[in-house]
T-cell receptor
Framework: GAVVSQHPSRVICKSGTSVKIECRSL??????MFWYRQFPKQSLMLMAT?????????EQGVEKDKFLINHASLTLSTLTVTSAHPEDSSFYIC?????????????FGDGTRLSIL | AQSVTQPDIHITVSEGASLELRCNYS??????LFWYVQSPGQGLQLLLK??????LVQGIKGFEAEFKRSQSSFNLRKPSVHWSDAAEYFC???????????FGKGTMLLVSP
């Protein structure tokens, strides 16, 4: 159980393109999902907390107009990187936490490798 | 503010040997502690977690970790390492089961034959 699916796994696109990444909880409902960014050989940096039915909470320094988050249902959150540039190239990972019971850990997707040319 | 330190950037262990990965945390109250493993190009898989109770927690794949409040540590151990354990390991701390997580920088485990 507790499977999180992230799609696509890899994207290569031209500078100026907008890219949408999907994060789905397959076998549980998740009011809260998280989006992370990971640079090579680095740890995960939390970008934002996605809340179903309300606005996402962004971490300091993350441009909300650049990284649009939509959490339209209890099983789906999307991250759209708008007008992507080479510096946005990175590994993006989502996680989701089950609504069932207290103290549920975060379960992670397999990540999306974004390469902007 | 909470923080996590993983002192070892990488560790090499012979297959069949025992393993201990270090994790020290900084947090004002009782922390929620996690160990995750990441294979190259993949997401993170939860190995084990500590919320309360018994300070020695068992996880998947034969891993265990011990919470030591006096040392602010949550070290990960495995008695006999397999080649398939080669991966990057992240320790994380949260204020509660619902809070955001703060991750350490990770320890890359290499397994030699």
């Amino acid at each position: 159980g507790a499977v999180v699916s992230q799609h696509p796994s890899r994207v290569i696109c031209k500078s100026g393109t907008s890219v949408k990444i999907e994060c789905r909880s397959l076998d549980f409902q998740a009011t809260t999902m998280f989006w992370y960014r990971q640079f090579p050989k680095q740890s995960l940096m939390l970008m934002a907390t996605s809340n179903e039915g309300s606005k996402a909470t962004y971490e300091q320094g993350v441009e909300k107009d650049k990284f649009l988050i939509n959490h339209a249902s209890l099983t789906l959150s999307t991250l759209t990187v708008t007008s992507a540039h080479p510096e946005d190239s990175s590994f993006y990972i989502c996680s989701a936490r089950s609504d069932q019971g207290q103290d549920q850990p975060q379960h992670f997707g397999d990540g999306t490798r974004l390469s902007i040319l | 503010a909470q923080s996590v330190t993983q002192p070892d950037i990488h560790i090499t262990v012979s297959e069949g040997a025992s393993l201990e990965l270090r994790c020290n945390y900084s947090y004002g109250a009782t922390p929620y502690l996690f160990w995750y493993v990441q294979s190259p190009g993949q997401g993170l898989q939860l190995l084990l977690k500590y919320f309360s109770g018994d300070t020695l927690v068992q996880g998947i794949k034969g891993f265990e970790a011990e919470f030591k409040r006096s040392q602010s540590s949550f070290n990960l151990r495995k008695p006999s390492v397999h080649w398939s354990d080669a991966a990057e390991y992240f320790c994380a701390v949260g204020a509660s089961g619902y809070s955001t997580l703060t991750f350490g920088k990770g320890t890359m485990l290499l397994v030699s034959p």
